[in-house]
Every structure is written in structure tokens, then in C-alpha cells.
């Protein structure tokens, strides 16, 4: 039986994925760089993101540094102004409250996920939450979400990944954990083939729960 549930953040609790990928977009048009969305999207995949487009077209590390900075303060205006819920996340939490104890493992920065969740209501149903800080190697690596194994204390078996993403998938199946995709618009060309469930919303993980 499933008993703990390993969220990722963004792009299954709240829809910034594509946010971050216009934060790059403009970020590289300020240098006369086109930020290509399905290369974006191919790399994202590996882990790698924006910067590889950048380093192709030939910028330098100091200039990618700065636009780096420039891409996080674009972000960080898009977290302020735009809209990021998913409908229905905060009752779909409480709900799998009563059935599996719950974590955030993300790839987000500390400063991005305390700006997200100033004021809503998502992170008081989870035991934990394991941002970008708080281990070594991103996904797809496998560290971020055998470090929320251990935080629980579950055996592999015990537990369910949900993301959005290839990266986030690889992450998982690297880490020997069942994965359900919730649907995104954004990544929906993703290849999700080792995915052990497919899901256009999140109230479908209690059924999951149910019958696993």
C-alpha cells in the first residue's frame, strides 16, 4: 500500500512551468539570443534548460551569469503578478491528507518557493518540503527523492512520485519509485513511457491510493 506521497511543485501544485521558461525567453532576448521552446523542452529534459541555447549561440559565462540573475528577477515578477493555481489543489490535498502522509520534493529555489507560498495553502498538509538547497544533485538524478525516502523513513515501495516532467520521471524510476504524470500542458510532449500511471488531475491519485 502507498502510504506517502512524494509531490513534485512546479507544474503539478502550481503552474509555473511555463513562466520559468518565458522568465529564459526574455532573459535571452535582452542579448538577442531566440530561446527555441522545443529545444527548451528537450533539454529541460536532461536537467539542462535554458543556458545550453545560450552557450550554443555563443555567450560567455559572465554574460550567462548576469542573465541568469536577470531571468530570476523576471521569474520572480511573473510568481507576483500572473495567475499560478491549479483549480482544485487545496481540496484535493486535504482529501489525500486522510490517506498518505505527504512531502514537496522540487527543483525551485528556496527564494522562488517561499515567494509562491507567502500566502497560500498548500505546504500545511506536508511533512516536509526539499527545495533546490537542501541536496546535491538535481533531477533526474535520483538524490532529491531517495533524500524524501529517508526523510520519511518509507521503503521505496511504500511510496508515490507525482510530477509533470521526463526530468522528474527519470528522477524517480532512478530512485526505484512508482510515478504518476499529472497532465501539463506545457510538458505534455514529454516521453512519460516509464510512467506507472497517467492522470489528468490530481484527485485521481485517491483512487491510486485506494487501490494500490
Not at 61 to 71: F, G, K, L, N, S
Not at 106 to 122: C, G, N, P, S, Y
Not at 187 to 203: G, M, N, P, V
Amino acid at each position: 500500500m502507498k502510504k506517502y506521497l512524494l509531490f513534485d511543485h512546479d507544474g503539478v501544485l502550481v503552474d509555473t512551468e511555463l513562466w520559468y521558461y518565458r522568465a529564459g525567453e526574455r532573459a535571452l532576448a535582452d542579448i538577442g539570443v531566440a530561446l527555441d521552446k522545443d529545444r527548451y523542452l528537450r533539454d529541460m529534459s536532461q536537467g539542462v534548460g535554458t543556458w545550453a541555447q545560450a552557450r550554443a549561440a555563443g555567450v560567455d559565462e559572465p554574460t550567462i551569469d548576469r542573465q541568469r540573475a536577470v531571468r530570476n528577477d523576471y521569474y520572480q515578477e511573473y510568481l507576483r503578478t500572473e495567475a499560478i493555481e491549479i483549480e482544485g489543489v487545496v481540496e484535493t490535498l486535504a482529501e489525500l491528507s486522510k490517506h498518505a502522509r505527504m512531502a514537496i520534493v522540487t527543483t525551485a529555489k528556496r527564494v522562488d518557493f517561499d515567494l509562491i507560498h507567502a500566502e497560500r495553502q498548500i505546504k500545511q498538509f506536508m511533512d516536509f518540503v526539499l527545495v533546490r538547497e537542501d541536496y546535491q544533485l538535481a533531477k533526474p538524478h535520483p538524490e532529491p527523492y531517495l533524500t524524501g525516502l529517508q526523510r520519511f523513513g518509507a521503503a521505496k515501495e511504500e511510496a508515490l512520485v507525482v510530477e509533470d516532467s521526463s526530468r522528474g520521471l527519470n528522477s524517480a524510476v532512478a530512485a526505484g519509485i512508482d510515478c504518476a504524470i499529472v497532465h501539463n500542458e506545457f510538458t505534455k510532449a514529454h516521453d512519460f513511457a516509464q510512467a506507472s500511471y497517467r492522470i489528468e488531475r490530481l484527485s485521481e491519485l485517491t483512487d491510486i491510493l485506494r487501490a494500490t
